[in-house]
């Protein structure tokens, strides 16, 4: 399984908290209360923003090995995700989305005892299948 490790950079404040940024990845910051808050939030960050830049076609950056230039107190976290089981999760999280219906259809499905919810991801499923393959034999 592939795996990315990014060097954060950690920086205290002055209310015992700490800010988080990662030189290879402008704009991955987040915050941490205490050390272990800012450990867990770093990985977050890092797993959010590695998603979204493979998700916009992006190149992610190699991991630089070390880091120069720290101010005095700042530690260095090595910061370890799993991108495809963050893309697994977050693409296969349930929304929310809202549909019409007429009245009736609503009523008629709650006396059978319907999911519609999952009714209409399996007909999603079937019509998107359906056009993918349709997509295929017409490049034939």
Known sequence: MNKLTY?????????NGFGVYFPDLPGCVTYGSDIDDAK????????????????DGEVLPEPKQYIENTKEGDCILAITVYP????????????????????YLKREGEKEGIN??????????????GSKQREINSNL
């Open 84 to 103: 495809e089981l963050v893309k697994n999760e977050l693409d296969n999280r349930r929304v929310k989305t809202n549909c019409t219906i007429p009245a």
């Open 7 to 15: 060097l954060a950079v950690c920086e205290p404040d002055e209310e």
């Open 116 to 129: 519609f919810s999952q009714l209409l991801e399996y007909a999603l499923k079937e019509l998107l299948s």
């Open 40 to 55: 867990r939030n770093a990985k977050k960050v890092l797993e959010l923003h590695v998603y979204g830049m493979q998700k």
